[in-house]
């Protein structure tokens, strides 16, 4: 079992900064691929960046590509998501995920995430 804790999310003013942090608590953190989705009101939940487990296989959504950078510190268990020039067009709640699956290649699709975070709140105000 793998619990997943987030962290970071604030309301700040469109092109701020914002660090996200996602903690797991489980051996088996290390070894899977882990991703930021995010929700807005009234949205389906959608990607926003993925990282394999050994910190390949980053990749973007369209949206944040040149904004957003993921990483990953497996020594601390954890994967940070740098927000830059935020808009408001970001505020949603951000969730992180783990994949079921250890040692993945490549990030799987969203269906395959399972562990999830009960996710932290991002507002950019205009």
């Known amino acids: 079992q793998l619990q997943l804790f987030e962290s970071g999310g604030e309301l700040v003013q469109a092109g701020d900064s914002l660090k996200l942090a996602c903690v797991g608590d489980g051996s088996t953190f290390g070894s899977v691929a882990v991703g930021w989705f995010r929700q807005a009101p009234g949205k389906d939940r959608e990607r926003v960046a993925t990282?394999?487990?050994?910190?390949?296989?980053?990749d973007y959504a369209a949206a944040v590509w040149g904004r957003f950078t993921i990483s990953r510190d497996n020594t601390k268990n954890t994967v940070h998501l740098q927000m830059n020039a935020l808009k408001p067009e970001d505020t949603a709640v951000y969730y992180c995920?783990?994949?079921?699956?250890?040692?993945?290649?490549?990030?799987?699709?969203?269906?395959?995430?399972?562990?999830w975070g009960q996710g932290t709140q991002v507002t950019v105000s205009s």
């Open positions: 990282i394999g487990w050994n910190g390949g296989g980053i």
């Open positions: 995920a783990a994949d079921s699956r250890a040692f993945r290649a490549v990030p799987p699709p969203q269906n395959a995430y399972k562990y």
